[in-house]
C-alpha cells in the first residue's frame, strides 16, 4: 500500500508559477513509479507527467511540455510537479498516482494508488 498526499495547490495569475508536492508513505518509494493527473470540470482525468523510479524516465503531455517539470526526491519520498507561465486552461484538480514498477504509462487505469487531489486556479 501507498498512501499518497498532495500539496501546494492554489489560486494564481496567468504567467504565474506554482508548485505541487505530493508525500507518499507506505511501500517503499523509490519502486513505485509516480504521475500527475488533473481534472476540470466536465471534463475526463488527464495525464499530466510522469517519472520512473529514480528520474532517468520523464514523460509529460503536449500541452505543458516545456512548461511542466516532474522530479522526485526518493529520500524524501516525494514527487514534485513544478508548474510555471501557467495559463486558465491549467485550471483544475491535480491528483498525485502511484503504480507498481518502473514504467512510465500515461493510463490513468494502470496506476494503483491515489492521493485526494489538490485544486489548481488559474485566473486570467
Known amino acids: 500500500q501507498v498512501q499518497l498526499v498532495e500539496s501546494g495547490g492554489g489560486l494564481v495569475q496567468a504567467g504565474g508559477s506554482l508548485r505541487l508536492s505530493c508525500a507518499a508513505s507506505?511501500?517503499?518509494?523509490?519502486?513505485?513509479?509516480m504521475g500527475w493527473f488533473r481534472q476540470a470540470p466536465g471534463k475526463e482525468r488527464e495525464f499530466v507527467a510522469g517519472?520512473?523510479?529514480?528520474?532517468?524516465?520523464?514523460s509529460y503531455a503536449d500541452s505543458v511540455k516545456g512548461r511542466f517539470t516532474i522530479s522526485r526526491d526518493n529520500a524524501k519520498s516525494t514527487v514534485y510537479l513544478q508548474m510555471n507561465s501557467l495559463k486558465p486552461e491549467d485550471t483544475a484538480v491535480y491528483y498525485c498516482?502511484?503504480?507498481?514498477?518502473?514504467?512510465?504509462?500515461?493510463?490513468?487505469?494502470?496506476?494503483?494508488?491515489w492521493g485526494q487531489g489538490t485544486q489548481v486556479t488559474v485566473s486570467s
Open positions: 507506505g511501500r517503499t518509494f523509490s519502486r513505485v513509479a
Open positions: 498516482a502511484a503504480k507498481e514498477g518502473t514504467g512510465v504509462v500515461t493510463q490513468y487505469e494502470a496506476y494503483d494508488y
Open positions: 517519472i520512473s523510479w529514480f528520474g532517468a524516465t520523464r
